[in-house]
């Protein structure tokens, strides 16, 4: 059985995932009276997901923002200015684009008992009266926005713990993260079942919904990649972006693409850095670092997925509420998981603020499943590619400071 499961996983989980989307779509077409047999496995899935997701959530950020080193000189406060301002536009984009091409999902549970937020003060009271929640309650009851407050309060006092501490805390977080590849590694089965059940009860109609959706998140993420990150390095380091980010999307995102993985992706960035010569005291650990935090990818996926589940349920968002949605699919979405398909496992966050239930978020985290082969594969792209466009931008600033400085000492002396 061990030897069995081995073979399974080393499989490529896409190959997978394309399998029982195809069985799924067959059986569905051919015995669609077997739904009570064969969409148990989707429904397992599902379960399985919401067991983990806010464990997951929690020690995630807790160890991302605990690690973070202190006290060595290096450029990491313009990366991160960077990290940040990237993963917001992502999230504007992904919101523009969400208005301009509104989709609707097909949810199996009736939606009748979801009550909308009345208006940005609502939602402020529910996002503040989430943030104070007990912690254990918070993950008991899959209160994501209390979560991720407790993860930041303790990140940021376990910053001065031990070192003893903070391997303890990688530990945790390893485990958890393989948890999180076990279960992922059953998407293939929970997909066929989730499929097939929509098939049978819908027909094949309902792929289609599925493709505008995709189109939604691509369409974004090639903007950001094409359009937003290279006005960032402009407006940064006042040169041409376009060479640094052919370069990246060669040698950095088309292995993203297949790997899915941005933590896999570290080595190749840290080669790709010392190619480009920038200085390793700074991409030793911005790379790392935006391995765990600079998350545009998964920014986008968070937005669209949670508009996506609020045009589905009529809920109207105004300007304010918008604003706030963004800012924390930002927050989020710097806690998204290492392991393929990890930022989908943060879509109810954003949803909790809308008045969404865990149930409905849920769901839309399995449709996220359904198209994560192409979705995440993008996502992933971006994410891993904008970590060297990020820190070369910050390097090629600093050594253009460094030389407007030498110059006017030069003109000085003269």
Request: aromatic residues 6%; hydrophobic residues 55%; neutral net charge.
């Amino acid at each position: 059985m061990k030897a069995l499961f081995k073979k399974w996983n080393d499989i490529s989980l896409v190959k997978r995932i394309i399998v029982g989307l195809v069985i799924g779509i067959i059986l569905g077409l051919t015995i669609p009276e077997q739904a009570s047999i064969v969409s148990i496995f989707g429904k397992l899935f599902v379960s399985a997901l919401k067991a983990v997701a806010p464990v997951l959530v929690l020690v995630l950020v807790i160890n991302a923002i605990a690690g973070q080193k202190s006290g060595k000189k290096t450029n990491m406060k313009s990366i991160l200015a960077l990290y940040l301002l990237g993963t917001f536009s992502a999230g504007v984009v992904a919101a523009v684009m969400s208005y301009i091409f509104p989709t609707t999902l097909t949810l199996k549970d009736s939606a009748t008992d979801v009550a909308p937020p009345s208006g940005v003060g609502q939602v402020l009271e529910t996002l503040l009266f989430n943030v104070t929640t007990n912690p254990i309650t918070a993950v008991a009851d899959a209160n994501y926005i209390g979560i991720l407050a407790w993860a930041v309060v303790l990140g940021i006092t376990l910053k001065k713990a031990s070192e003893t501490t903070k391997t303890v805390l990688q530990n945790i977080s390893d485990a958890v993260s393989t948890v999180v590849q076990w279960v992922i590694s059953l998407a293939p089965f929970g997909i066929m079942g989730l499929v097939f059940d929509t098939i049978a009860s819908n027909g094949l109609s309902t792929l289609g919904e599925y493709g505008s959706l995709l189109l939604v998140l691509i369409g974004s993420m090639l903007i950001v990649t094409f359009v937003v990150n290279p006005l960032l390095v402009f407006i940064w380091a006042r040169r041409n972006p376009y060479p640094l980010v052919f370069t990246s999307i060669k040698e950095s995102g088309i292995y993203a693409f297949f790997t899915r993985s941005s933590a896999a992706n570290i080595p190749v960035n840290m080669r790709l850095c010392e190619k480009l010569g920038l200085d390793k005291d700074t991409y030793s650990v911005s790379i790392p670092l935006g391995a765990t935090i600079n998350m545009e990818g998964a920014a986008i996926t968070i937005s669209v997925l949670s508009l996506a589940a609020a045009f589905t349920l009529g809920i109207e968002i105004d300007l304010m509420t918008a604003i706030i949605l963004m800012v924390i699919s930002a927050i989020s979405a710097a806690g998204a998981s290492g392991v393929a398909g990890g930022s989908l496992l943060l879509v109810p966050v954003a949803c909790s603020i809308l008045g969404i239930s865990d149930d409905i978020a849920m769901q839309v985290v399995a449709i996220g499943f359904i198209i994560g082969v192409i979705q995440d594969s993008a996502e992933t792209a971006l994410n891993s590619s904008s970590d060297i466009v990020f820190t070369a931008a910050a390097d090629y600033a600093r050594e253009r400071k460094e030389g407007l400085k030498d110059a006017h000492k030069e003109a000085l002396n003269q």
